[in-house]
């Protein structure tokens, strides 16, 4: 042990342990409760995904070791084909990813035009932001009874320009992008607010002098205002990349992964495969949890690296 | 102990009545402790009787203590794996057949093969298939109901069509139908299942019920010859234009409007829907009920799907667990809780009484004497889980493009091969 190894036994000042270190403690007994709980809540899970999506697991029993067997039939190593579902929802998941970012610069225009000061500005820009306030199942019901095939508002206003009725969600080929277009209305509203919270920040003596310079609409936006954004934008960016990669609630509750799974995303199938009423695949789906965490860890590291470049060039 | 403070013939009493518990089994027995019910009776009309039958019980034992808890019906699929898991409770209510298969293996039911033993429970022979697993029983049911064709008969009079007995006449009578600018079925397919109603009836009329749990049991591969038949014979209804447009995006319930309106003449349905119709607005003079037409010179399968209780193995109180049971199937209790009034189903004792409603009347009949091929519990409980949910996405898919078949069977018959490897 090491108290036989302590030479002096008779310090001169009977200083504690914590009292030398302190400088060197203090800041991880602060962090400790952070720490434990992101180790309980986040860490020790991913850890334990990663475990289960080696085994065959019907969520009940015994678990079997499978290795990497789970692996293989999603991606189609070896002699089998793909998993199919796992490829529509990697692309659909893909297709969330690009689209979602409209949100931004429609967020952006929004915020430019309601940054005014007119007689009940503050009414309009609460309007505009109501959409975020509402629940996503909300949001995916009432789309879906817009989209609804011969009562829906939708083919009541396409009709009226003689175009015929269209079933969005019925459509494997355009079920997607409907979903998608429904999760664009809150997610507008979400980075209207963070720009026009920006925009409050904007530096009014830049302006000023940028117009005696004779710039004034696209190149005074772009030159002048969005650059002084790019926080704003920066921010817009994260919350709506995390938006699209977890948008589950709007699937689930307007087409179910349906019509004939067109509409799956990642996390949607990894629910149906191991927690879902026919689910029993606790591997499988852990599997497809993994392969969705590193997909996200692609941008949790971009973020993660842009913000440090940006704190190293603040310093 | 306030027991000592009462008078003695009150203490003899009781204590007569434990020594007489303890030779006599559990029957009449005093029942006490606790006894945890979680049920998924979360509808209206069957939250009542699930409250009713409890209070029932517990005026039958006072002594014990019951704890019933109700979660939503959709709700209680998923969460039934939790419950069972730590600190269970004594009874669940769950669904027959395969679907109970995942609990069972993992030896989360109780084995109440000893129940069945009972001569009480000879009345329940018609269902104790259902309710076997490699020998035992694992449970018991409690209602279950006949699936069939719902039509409009004010339609079919109109046109002066009557109820078809062979495939012919049910082609002949769409014919007319779609003639008069109606639809001949309504479904609605958003959450699957009612597509495997239709395979059901169409697989099992086709080739007979052997064939069928063939299929169900992993035995057929997809891409045989004979399942194709029984899609031929779906896709000459779909290529006629039966059913109603994008039924994809409706659920059940969704799809009951179109037969209300009379823009669809029939619907393939369980007898749950009769209410649904009746809340519609037709009266029975409009709606009427027939068997699924002869197709193949095959005995007639029906589906009849049977809910059930289960005691966990878990279960804290085994006595009251089971005893609550017996209760459950017993005579008296069944004619209560699925009479007209009530769940308006049908009894699983063939001792007790079918409520006064032609549906159910019709429907009795129609399971006890012209269902000699067997009785099927439906698609999502005859097939395994996975394979039901993998299956059903097909069919959806099929009815909506019958082109893609044999892409779809391929999957299918991808699926079995892994399933039941």
Not at chain 1, 119 to 129: A, E, N, Q
């Amino acid at each position: 042990m090491t108290y036989a190894t302590v030479p002096d036994t008779h310090p001169p000042a009977p200083r504690g342990w914590y009292k030398r270190n302190q400088i060197a403690v203090t800041p991880f007994l602060f962090l400790a409760p952070a720490i434990l709980f992101f180790a309980v809540y986040v860490i020790i899970p991913i850890g334990q995904s990663f475990w289960i999506s080696l085994h065959e697991w019907d969520g009940l029993g015994e678990a079997t070791w499978v290795g990497t067997a789970n692996y293989e039939r999603l991606l189609g190593i070896g002699e089998q084909n793909m998993d199919r579902k796992f490829e529509t929802s990697f692309w659909n998941n893909i297709k969330w990813l690009i689209l979602y970012l409209l949100a931004i610069p429609a967020g952006l225009f929004i915020a430019l035009f309601l940054n005014q000061t007119v007689r009940g500005i503050r009414v309009y820009k609460s309007l505009f932001f109501f959409p975020f306030v509402i629940s996503q199942v909300v949001v995916g019901l009432v789309f879906s009874w817009f989209y609804l095939p011969r009562e829906g508002l939708l083919n009541a206003l396409i009709g009226l320009f003689g175009f015929g009725p269209v079933n969005i969600l019925g459509d494997p080929s355009l079920a997607t992008y409907g979903i998608i277009a429904a999760g664009l209305w809150p997610q507008t509203a979400y980075c209207m607010i963070l720009y026009l919270t920006g925009l409050n920040a904007v530096d009014p003596e830049q302006v000023e002098a940028a117009r005696l310079d004779g710039a004034k609409g696209w190149r005074m936006l772009w030159y002048v205002i969005l650059p002084q954004l790019k926080p704003a934008t920066f921010i817009a960016f994260v919350v709506t990349i995390i938006g699209a990669l977890r948008s589950f609630d709007l699937i689930s509750v307007m087409t179910n992964g349906g019509p004939f799974g067109s509409t799956r995303v990642l996390s949607f199938y990894m629910f149906e495969e191991s927690l879902s009423e026919f689910g029993f695949r606790m591997g499988y789906g852990a599997a497809i949890a993994v392969i969705l965490f590193f997909i996200m860890l692609a941008f949790i590291i971009y973020f993660l690296w842009s913000m440090y470049q940006d704190e190293r060039g603040g310093r | 102990m306030t027991l000592q403070k009462k008078p003695a013939w009150v203490a003899l009493g009781v204590s007569s009545l434990l020594a007489g518990a303890a030779f006599a089994g559990s029957h009449g027995a005093a029942l006490s402790g606790d006894l945890k019910i979680i049920s998924d009776m979360s509808n209206p009309a069957p939250r009542a009787v699930m409250e009713g039958m409890v209070a029932d019980f517990q005026e039958m034992h006072p002594d014990l203590d019951i704890e019933l808890t109700i979660v939503d019906r959709e709700a209680w699929k998923t969460q039934i794996r939790n419950a069972l898991g730590a600190n269970p409770p004594d009874v669940v209510n769950w669904y027959a057949a395969n679907r109970m298969l995942p609990y069972v293996n993992a030896g989360l039911f109780a084995d109440v093969s000893d129940l069945w033993a009972e001569p009480e429970f000879e009345a329940l022979a018609s269902t104790k298939g259902a309710m076997t697993i490699d020998g035992a029983q694992w449970g018991v049911p409690y209602t279950y109901y006949q699936w069939g064709v719902y039509y409009r008969k004010d339609i079919f009079d109109e046109l002066g069509l009557s109820e078809p007995t062979t495939w012919d006449e049910e082609k002949a009578n769409c014919e007319a139908i779609l003639a008069s600018g109606r639809k001949c079925y309504t479904i609605g397919t958003k959450f699957l299942w009612t597509a495997g109603g239709w395979f059901d009836y169409l697989n099992s009329r086709t080739h007979g019920y052997d064939f069928h749990m063939a299929l169900a049991r992993g035995e057929v591969p997809w891409t045989d010859d004979r399942v194709r038949q029984t899609f031929a014979n779906w896709r000459e209804l779909i290529d006629m234009g039966a059913f109603i447009d994008d039924h994809q995006t409706y659920s059940w319930q969704e799809a009951l409007p179109f037969m209300i309106n009379g823009e669809a003449a029939a619907y393939l349905m369980g007898n749950f829907a009769v209410a649904a119709f009746r809340d519609g607005g037709l009266t029975d003079d409009q709606l009427d009920f027939y068997q699924f037409p002869k197709i193949a010179d095959v005995d007639y399968a029906e589906d009849a799907p049977t809910d059930t209780f289960h005691i966990a193995s878990g279960a804290q109180n085994m006595d009251a667990a089971k005893e609550f049971l017996r209760f459950v199937v017993s005579v008296d209790n069944q004619t209560k809780i699925n009479g007209g009034d009530a769940l308006g189903q049908l009894p699983v004792n063939a001792n007790a009484e079918i409520g006064d409603d032609k549906f159910l009347q019709e429907g009795f009949d129609m399971l006890s004497n012209n269902a000699s091929g067997g009785i099927m519990q439906f698609f999502d409980r005859d097939f395994p889980a996975e394979m039901a949910s993998v299956g059903m996405e097909g069919l959806q898919e099929f009815m909506v493009f019958p082109d893609n078949l044999d892409d779809i069977l391929a999957r299918l018959e991808d699926a079995r091969a892994r399933i039941y490897e």
